[in-house]
């Protein structure tokens, strides 16, 4: 059965940065029920724009008979700090201001995400994760989880995701911001402020989230007779339009920033030696047409984790190929746990 919950925690949340966050919730959802040993739980992260709902956006991943069952799993999956889908974020009260946060909501790192993470687990009492698993910012949480507290987590499967933002992908966030910022609303202390920004900051995420072969196969005219109104064009002011009707500027300014901030190797000596930390067995999987977190940061994981074992997702659907290739990602995901136990027992 499917639950929703509310975590709270009133104690301050000290942030890397700097700044401080006086107390915050994370509303998360299970799945199944948690076994007396509290060794079967599963934690999902999610990616930028998502919610703690795993099955309203990777289906087929956690149903009977999927790689994470309901009825042998626990699943978990928290909003992030930072969301708009009933987690603290920049539309939240600030219980000091007693007014929403908007654009006083502090910088967060996905260290602070994960700490916020790790006090939820804390209060559960599951001492050992089985599975942590994520995709894009959700893997690169992931990660930075389990370099943090390498003993929790049994295994780890990080999906198109990344060691370290790359400057290719903090020009195209900054790029996004940038369209927020020439929103003449955003300055406004008022929920749907950079709305329109942010219709067109989605739209260039599209350009990165997806494939030039994508938009030929699924975009391209019927016709060369047309002059205008093209499907492309239309297609891009729908992605805009979808996510604004869903998502706030706000929001998407703070998960972005946390995102081009990522890099497991602040404050330690290296990616090589913070990569040598993870105890988990791991999985890493890359697709082939993923130009925003490209095969070779994964490649960069799969040799860096000890034991790691790399998988590839043919799509033509770019970094959005997690988010479609379910059949694939099925399949790797199943044949991994099964070379997992064989291994065992031999």
């Known amino acids: ?28 959802t299970t799945l199944g029920q948690l076994n007396p040993e509290k060794s079967n739980v599963v934690w999902v992260i999610h990616a930028l724009t998502g919610n703690s709902d795993v099955t309203s956006w990777w289906p087929g991943l956690f149903e009977s008979g999927g790689p994470y069952d309901p009825r042998t799993h626990f699943i978990i999956c928290a909003n992030t700090l930072g969301g708009c889908y009933g987690s603290t ?69 990080l999906i198109a995701t990344n060691a370290s933002h790359s400057p290719w992908g903090i020009a195209i966030n900054e790029a996004q911001r940038l369209a927020i910022e020439a929103d003449t609303s955003w300055k406004e202390r008022d ?47 729908y992605q805009g339009q979808k996510l604004a009707a869903r998502f706030n500027a706000f929001t998407y300014w703070t998960l972005s920033k946390a995102m081009d901030s990522h890099h497991i190797a602040r404050s330690r000596r290296s990616i090589a030696e913070a990569l040598l930390q993870v105890k988990a067995k791991t999985l890493v999987v890359g697709i082939e047409t993923d130009i925003l977190f490209p095969l070779m940061e994964q490649r960069l994981l799969a040799s860096g984790i000890p034991g790691a074992t790399l998988e590839i997702i043919h799509s033509l659907y770019g970094h959005d190929g997690f988010l479609v290739e379910f059949d694939q990602l099925r399949s790797i995901l199943t044949k991994f746990y099964q070379h997992k136990q064989s291994s065992v027992l031999v």
Request: glycine fraction near 8%.
């Open 1 to 28: 059965m499917k639950t929703d919950h509310i975590f709270h925690h009133d104690q301050e949340l000290l942030l890397e940065a700097g700044g401080v966050l006086p107390g915050f919730q994370l509303k998360y």
């Open 191 to 237: 929920a749907r402020a950079g709305t329109e920004g942010l219709k067109a900051a989605r739209a260039i995420a599209m350009l990165s989230y997806r494939s030039s072969e994508g938009f030929e196969e699924r975009q391209s005219e019927k016709t060369a007779n047309k002059v205008d109104d093209f499907r492309a064009a239309s297609y891009q002011r």
């Open 89 to 157: 974020g920049p539309l939240s009260i600030n219980p000091i201001t007693r007014k929403p946060f908007f654009h006083d909501f502090p910088l967060l790192t996905n260290r602070d995400i994960v700490g916020a993470f790790d006090l939820l687990r804390l209060s559960l009492g599951v001492e050992r994760i089985q599975t942590v698993i994520g995709s894009s910012l959700g893997g690169q949480q992931a990660l930075e989880w389990t370099i943090k507290e390498p003993l929790v987590f049994d295994h780890l499967v």
